[in-house]
């Protein structure tokens, strides 16, 4: 009987903790790849803004780099600076992958452990630490330019 009241009452103390857990991943859905929903959704319409404009110096600036990346002739190329990105802007941003940019809505994101990305993993966004002794010390940026999907 002590120990079933013992089981019962630690049920009753933990589960509400359990609970308080799981509700705050719920409302970050970014949690799993360690960032915060508000500044992915500031990057990303941040994003969405510079490449509606042809903003290449700024999308430039919101790339980690290297950045792997698959060209409109569908050829994966590894950009390593700004220089490079911004002379194959047009290559990568063609208007294919500017129309999938425009559909795609903050809520359309989804994250793992690897990352935040959008539907079909076209775009992945990732935090990269600024300082290697503080995991809240980063930046968001872009990791990963797969392009749309294609035929």
Do not use: C, H
């Not at 970050?28 to 959704?41: I, P, S, T, W, Y």
């Not at 390593?80 to 990105?85: H, I, L, S, T, Y």
């Amino acid at each position: 009987m002590r120990q079933t009241t013992i089981a019962i009452s630690l049920v009753l103390i933990l589960f509400p903790m359990v609970f308080a857990q799981q509700s705050q991943q719920d409302e970050n859905k970014f949690a799993v790849a360690g960032l915060k929903e508000r500044e992915v959704e500031v990057f990303f319409n941040s994003f969405k803004e510079a490449v509606a404009k042809g903003d290449k110096r700024k999308v430039a600036g919101m790339v980690a780099y290297p950045v792997p990346t698959r060209l409109s002739s569908g050829r994966s190329v590894e950009i390593v600076n700004k220089a490079r990105f911004i002379k194959l802007y047009d290559q990568i941003f063609d208007n294919k992958f500017k129309q999938l940019i425009a559909q795609t809505e903050f809520k359309d994101l989804w994250a793992k452990y690897s990352g935040v990305a959008t539907p079909g993993g076209a775009i992945w966004i990732n935090g990269i630490m600024k300082n290697r002794t503080s995991v809240d010390d980063y930046v968001i940026k872009i990791t990963t330019l797969n392009g749309p999907i294609r035929p």
